[in-house]
């Protein structure tokens, strides 16, 4: 499989032509949605750049506070945990669940919208 | 309204109707568009309006909680008459104007849009006293009477809000363990409930008529319901709402303090800045499941706009605030 254009290249090349020559010649509702789908297509990029490691990330972390099976599916992990603070098992006082939750969330925005305030403050 | 021609037609009637005989409508624009209310400029003469009025003419609430049009008019007529700015309402459609539900009010002149109004400096002054006005006019809406308002008006307290958005949320099968911990903060740290208010629901920028002096109107009131007055202001203190300005927790504009203060001075209550993270914690999982509700509507295949897709790439922002929110309360 080649990828001379690789995804990436294709996304942006894509998004160039919305900026510099779409929407430019748009108006009102159309050059709204013209900036809503650049602003996708830079998520869309993030997200391929982004995604592999962040995921990585968050499925040690959640392998570890579970104490799961390596081979458990991320999702399966998410709703595992998802239950366990559900039914009381596990609260703020878990040590290293804010901490887990606190990385995932600002991986996920990182790749959402990287300009995020919220984003800030979690780092400060 | 079968065709264009019907609903043109529909409006030189409602105007004339409105204005009488020797103030011909003019011009008319349509303002918003979009799944929600369709919204019309209309002008002729001296006079301008705005018809706000059901997508198509069609009567269907944008959501459950919204109570429609003919009670939003209703609504607006007590704020007025309560000394809440908002604008004043001209007519209430019937039958008989052809053009569906609706009303039309007249037309105030400002800005809505959060960005210019919390960064350019002709919004300067404005900006220093809009948290005040803010706490004024959300004590004038808490202080409205309760009976005679419109039977729609929905009873909705903070825990039946948190079962309302559980139950949402649980319904799309997506666990988001941030949401389920603040579910679990909130259910162990709810507050007793404050004497029944009418809520305007949705008091933030965007929402809220500005010109360079301040708050001109409070609009948009189709999720007012009854319940708690601290959910209205929380609501503008989500950080979502402060559109970057994350310092300013009153809409990033304004100091909470100054809006509690104009609010008691008004209401001769005490409310304090602590009684409102409980409330501020709530308004950010509810925008956080609403975008999810957003984003569903894209997914299940009703609207397939990029915005609708998109919007589910904003529940993020409310899980980083929410955990925001959670490590200060645990400090």
Redesign the interface.
């Known amino acids: 499989m080649h990828d001379q254009p690789s995804v990436i290249e294709l996304v942006q090349a894509v998004k160039a032509f919305i900026d510099e020559t779409a929407a430019p010649q748009l108006k009102g509702h159309a050059a709204f949605h013209a900036r809503v789908a650049s602003n996708a297509l830079a998520t869309v990029m993030r997200d391929l750049e982004q995604r592999p490691s962040a995921e990585a990330q968050e499925r040690a972390g959640l392998i570890a506070l579970l104490r799961a099976p390596e081979y458990t599916p991320t999702e399966t992990l998410n709703q595992m945990l998802s239950m366990r603070i559900r039914s009381g098992d596990m609260t703020l006082e878990t040590p290293g669940l804010l901490k887990h939750l606190k990385q995932t969330a600002m991986a996920q925005v990182e790749i959402d919208q990287p300009r995020y305030s919220g984003l800030k403050t979690a780092k400060a | 309204m079968g065709n264009n021609s019907d609903f043109e037609t529909g409006l030189h009637a409602l105007f004339t109707r409105v204005f009488g005989d020797s103030v011909p409508l003019e011009t008319f624009k349509r303002l918003s ?1 979009g799944a929600s209310q369709e919204t019309w400029a209309l002008s002729g003469g001296d006079h301008s309006a705005i018809l706000r009025r059901a997508p198509g003419g069609t009567s269907m609430a944008r959501s459950s909680a919204a109570i429609g049009l003919p009670a939003e008019a209703a609504l607006i007529r007590a704020a007025g008459t309560a000394g809440v700015p908002v604008p004043e309402v001209l007519h209430v459609l019937s039958p008989d104007d052809d053009l569906g539900d609706g009303f039309l009010m007249s037309r105030v002149f400002g800005e809505t849009i959060a960005r210019p109004i919390l960064r350019n400096p002709e919004f300067s002054d404005a900006r220093n006293r809009l948290a005040g006005q803010c706490g004024t006019a959300l004590a004038a809406i808490h202080s409205i009477a309760l009976d005679g308002l419109p039977p729609e008006l929905q009873q909705s307290d903070g825990l039946a809000q948190i079962a309302q958005y559980e139950e949402i949320y649980r319904g799309f099968d997506a ?4 949401f ?2 603040a ?3 909130l259910k162990a740290n709810a507050p007793a409930p404050m004497a029944t208010v009418l809520v305007h629901g949705d008091f933030r920028l965007g929402n809220l008529m500005i010109d360079e002096s301040g708050l001109v109107a409070v609009l948009d009131w189709e999720l007012a319901h009854l319940g708690d007055p601290r959910e209205d202001i929380a609501w503008i203190c989500v ?1 979502s709402w ?1 559109f ?3 310092e300013n927790r009153v809409g990033g504009f304004g100091q909470l303090s100054e809006l509690l203060d104009a609010y008691n001075q008004q209401t001769g209550l005490s409310l304090s800045a602590f009684e409102i993270d409980w409330w501020e914690m709530l308004g950010t999982l509810k925008w956080g499941i609403m975008c999810m509700i957003m984003y569903e509507a894209f997914r299940s295949g009703a609207d397939a ?3 609708r ?2 919007i589910g ?2 529940v ?2 409310t ?3 929410l ?2 929110l ?2 200060a309360n ?1 400090a």
């Open positions: 568009g666990p988001r363990p941030v389920e911990l579910l679990q903060w950080n402060r970057g300005q994350t706009s990029v915005e897709a998109a790439r904003r993020s922002e899980e980083i605030d955990i925001n959670l490590e645990h």
